[in-house]
C-alpha cells in the first residue's frame, strides 16, 4: 500500500508521497477535490497521514469513501515526529515528516469524532460565536451610553434591549445606540433558531438528559461534554478524562522530586471554560447539602475559592464520565458514600431515574447556560497545581 501524508493548508494542500524513506512524488492542490488524481477511486489504495483539525474531518471521510485507510494524526504530539524541529517548518517539510513517520509507524493517532458529535459541535460553534457577538454588542452599548451620562441597570441579556427602550435616554444617547440595539435584536433571533436546533439534537441522545442531573450542568455543558468526549467508553477512568480536558496539573518530576504546576489546559478551551462555570454554579448553589457542595467548601477552607472551583470542575468531569459510562443519573447520597470513581456500583431504581430527570427538566432550556462567558474572556491567572487536591 502506498504511503502518502498531506498538510492541509488555508489555500492550499502538500502531498507527498514515500517509498522505503525515499519521497518519489510532491504535489501541491489548491482545492481538495483536486486530490481525486492523486488518491480517487481510481488509484491504487494509500494509507494517509492527516493532522488532526476540523478539515481533517471532511478531508478523513472522502479519503475513506475513494477507498484508503486515513491515520488522523494528535497535534499535541507533533513534534515527537521531528515536525518543527531545528527551527525549519514549511508545509512541504511537514508533509515529508508526516510520510516518513506513517511509513515507520510511529503516528500517535487521534480520535475521529462520529458525525453526530461532529454536527452537535458545529451548532454549539454557531450558538457561542452568536452568544459572544451579543455580549460584546451589549458591552459598546452600555459603554456608550456611559460616556454620554447615562446608565443603563443590569438585567438578563436576553431582555436588554427591551430594558434600554423603556428607559428614558436622552435623543443623542437613542440616536447613537439604536442601530446597536437593532443588531442585538436579530442577534437573538438567530440564538433562538440555533438553540432549536440544539434542542432537537440533544432530544436524539438520552445521556443528554441524565447529564443535566448534576447540578451546575445544563444542556449547553452536557452537549459540550459529549461533543468532545464522544463516547465514554474509549476512556479507561475518570483521570484520563479529566487530562484529556486539560484540567490535571502539569508535571515536572525528576531527581526524586514531584513538581507539580499550573493545570494542562490542554484539550478543548470552551469546554473546560463551562466546566469552570458550572463549578461556579456548585459553589453559589443554595443545596448545601450536596456532596459537590460541601467537597468544594472544604477544599476553599484549606485553598482557596479559585483553586477549589478548578479542582471542583475536574471532579465534576469524573462524575459525568461515570453517569455516561453506566447510564445513570446523578445521585447524591451514593456520591457522598463512594465518590467519583465508585459510581460504577450504583444501582438505580426506576422511580429514582425518573425523579431525577423530572429535576432537571425544571433548569429550563439552554438559555443563558454559559451567559457568564463573555466574547473576550479574561486573561485568567494560572492555578497551580492545587488542582490535584
Not at 447529564?211 to 459540550?224: C, D, E, F, I, N
Not at 466546566?275 to 450536596?290: E, G, H, P
Not at 460541601?294 to 471532579?315: C, D, M, P, S, Y
Not at 427538566?361 to 443563558?368: D, H, Q, T, Y
Amino acid at each position: 500500500m502506498r504511503i502518502v501524508a498531506l498538510d492541509l493548508g488555508a489555500k492550499k494542500t502538500t502531498y507527498c508521497e514515500v517509498f522505503q524513506g525515499q519521497v518519489v512524488h510532491r504535489t501541491t492542490v489548491s482545492q481538495i477535490s483536486s486530490l481525486r488524481l492523486e488518491l480517487g477511486p481510481d488509484q491504487p489504495p494509500a494509507r494517509v497521514a492527516i493532522e488532526a483539525c476540523r478539515e481533517a474531518w471532511f478531508v478523513h471521510d472522502l479519503l475513506v469513501e475513494w477507498g484508503n485507510e486515513v491515520v488522523l494524526v494528535d497535534t499535541t504530539r507533533s513534534r515527537r515526529l521531528g515536525i518543527g524541529q531545528h527551527g525549519r517548518k514549511t508545509d512541504r517539510i511537514d508533509a515529508e515528516t508526516l510520510a516518513r513517520a506513517l511509513e515507520e509507524r510511529r503516528i500517535p493517532q487521534a480520535h475521529v469524532l462520529s458525525p453526530a458529535r461532529r454536527e452537535l459541535r458545529r451548532v454549539l460553534g454557531v450558538r457561542r460565536a452568536l452568544v459572544e457577538a451579543r455580549a460584546q454588542l451589549v458591552t459598546t452599548v452600555r459603554g456608550l451610553a456611559r460616556e454620554l451620562g447615562e446608565k443603563i441597570p443590569s438585567c438578563a441579556t436576553e431582555h436588554f434591549v427591551g430594558k434600554v427602550r423603556a428607559q428614558k435616554l436622552t435623543t443623542d444617547a437613542t440616536r447613537l445606540i439604536e442601530p446597536l440595539l437593532v443588531l442585538v435584536e436579530g442577534i437573538g433571533a438567530q440564538l433562538a433558531n440555533t438553540e432549536g436546533q440544539l434542542a432537537l439534537l440533544c432530544a436524539q441522545e438520552p445521556i443528554m438528559a441524565a447529564l443535566t442531573t448534576t447540578p451546575g450542568v445544563g444542556t449547553v455543558v452536557a452537549a459540550s461534554f459529549v461533543s468532545v468526549v464522544d463516547e465514554a467508553r474509549r476512556f479507561a477512568s475518570a483521570h484520563q478524562v479529566e487530562s484529556y480536558v486539560g484540567l490535571v496539573p502539569s508535571e515536572d518530576t525528576t531527581g526524586g522530586k514531584r513538581r507539580l504546576g499550573a493545570i494542562s489546559k490542554h484539550g478543548n478551551a470552551y469546554l473546560r471554560a463551562l466546566l469552570v462555570q458550572a463549578a461556579w454554579t456548585i459553589v453559589r448553589s443554595s443545596d448545601k447539602s450536596d456532596p459537590l457542595h460541601l467537597w468544594v467548601n472544604k477544599l476553599i477552607e484549606r485553598r482557596g475559592k479559585r483553586i477549589a472551583v478548578v479542582a471542583l470542575a475536574r471532579r465534576l468531569v469524573g462524575v459525568l464520565w461515570a453517569m455516561w459510562r453506566d447510564g445513570t443519573v446523578y445521585d447524591a447520597s451514593h456520591l457522598a458514600q463512594q465518590g467519583v470513581r465508585g459510581l460504577r456500583g450504583a444501582v438505580q431504581s426506576l422511580e429514582q431515574q425518573t425523579a431525577a430527570m423530572a429535576q432537571a427538566a425544571k433548569k429550563g432550556s439552554v438559555k443563558r447556560a454559559d451567559s457568564s462567558l463573555t466574547a473576550t474572556p479574561r486573561r485568567s491567572r494560572k492555578i497551580p497545581a492545587a488542582a490535584a487536591a
